[in-house]
């Protein structure tokens, strides 16, 4: 099992910066694959990035590519969402999720764990 923390969350302006940290529990961080999701109102969940366990191999989802960062430190057992360049259409919940299948998945069927979820609100 793998427990998994999201914190970071919040209300910024449009053009602003947040930054997301998953904290993750449970098995040996460094073996996960890490991704972040966002799902907002009435619309489904969608990827946003992924990072491979040993942080060499990256994913962003086009609409987010050149604003996004994902990172990880694995002596702290944390993956990070630095976020810059923010827009009202940024605005849904984020989740973090982890997948110990040693793949890069980027569909919500490829990750076993799931945090609890972030709101992050862009205001126009």
């Known amino acids: 099992q793998v427990q998994l923390v999201e914190s970071g969350g919040g209300l910024v302006q449009a053009g602003g910066s947040l930054r997301l940290s998953c904290a993750a529990s449970g098995r040996t961080f460094s073996s996960l694959t890490m991704g972040w999701f966002r799902q907002a109102p009435g619309k489904e969940r969608e990827v946003v990035t992924a990072?491979?366990?040993?942080?060499?191999?990256?994913y962003y989802a086009a609409s987010v590519k050149g604003r996004f960062t994902i990172s990880r430190d694995n002596a702290k057992n944390t993956v990070y969402l630095q976020m810059n360049s923010l827009s009202p259409e940024d605005t849904a919940v984020y989740y973090c999720?982890?997948?110990?299948?040693?793949?890069?998945?980027?569909?919500?069927?490829?990750?076993?764990?799931w945090g609890q979820g972030t709101q992050v609100t862009v205001s126009s």
């Open positions: 990072i491979s366990w040993s942080g060499s191999t990256r």
């Open positions: 999720a982890a997948d110990s299948r040693w793949r890069l998945g980027v569909g919500t069927a490829d990750y076993d764990y």
